[in-house]
């Protein structure tokens, strides 16, 4: 573990660090916010996944969640979205490779070295963080943007045993229909396509239900909500397999941290109340 900077902000500190990883075979960044924490006590937590393009950088910067996570005596982490470096595989789209690690464990060469981005998050990321900061870990939430909303709601799925609330802003909600997930999981997983069922929410909600609430919001002038996105086939799942879920379409906005900086004082106050 390497800090790598750490700035004060909101009655606590968000610190960036760096770590050989296990999972992804090459070193990782993620970011944490810790509030002022006098009596040391153990603190609910929750993880931020973002999305395509984006590092740890981006939700720390953009959404604005210092304060609120201030206000709920909460810590923040957000980790990479991918492996990175020299000699990590890469591809020249900006949606697969690095960047684009879709939160998932490929099975296909070259992939299948480095990108682990579930095992990351659920194994090796969780126990860090418990082992180095004031984590609770029997309060340890989960929430994401697009690819990363998708992270979220499937890691979450089908770890009830570690994440107690889930949310998602414009979260890829049926990956295996759209083109994004299409082109990501047949090179990651192979041609298989029952394999690709493991990562999809609609598919997991069916097999495996949520003990308890989802939030999702989601902007109508999205550019990628028809074609991409689709929150309407998980909202029709969850509805056929008596999980209780709120899609919030809120007019006028976009996929962008504008969006997100928005209504992120809402999640936070809503799983920290779940936490």
Known sequence: MEKVSSNRSFNGVHEVWSHDSGATSCKMTFSIYLPDNQD????????????????????????????????QNMIIVSPDTSPRGDDVPDDPNYDFAQGAGFYL??????????FRMYS????????????????????????????????????????????????????????????????????YLGSNESSWQDYDSCSLIANKGWQSEILIDQGDEDEFLADQLKPESFVKACEENSVSVTLRMQPGYDHSYFFISTFIQDHIEWHSERL
């Open 40 to 71: 040391g006590k153990k603190l609910k937590t929750l993880i931020w996944l973002s999305g395509l393009t984006c590092t740890e950088e981006n939700f720390r910067v953009k959404s604005g969640v210092q304060r609120f996570a201030s206000e």
């Open 105 to 114: 464990d490929a099975t296909e060469e070259p992939w299948s070295k480095n």
């Open 120 to 187: 990351y998050v659920v194994d090796e990321l969780t126990q860090l963080i418990k082992d180095h900061f004031p984590v609770d870990s029997n309060r340890l939430g989960i929430s994401g943007h697009s690819m990363g909303g998708h992270g979220a709601l499937t890691i979450a799925i089908k770890n009830p045993d570690i994440f107690k609330s889930v949310s998602a802003f414009s979260p890829i909600c049926n990956p295996v229909n759209i083109p994004w997930g299409k082109k990501a999981f047949s090179k």
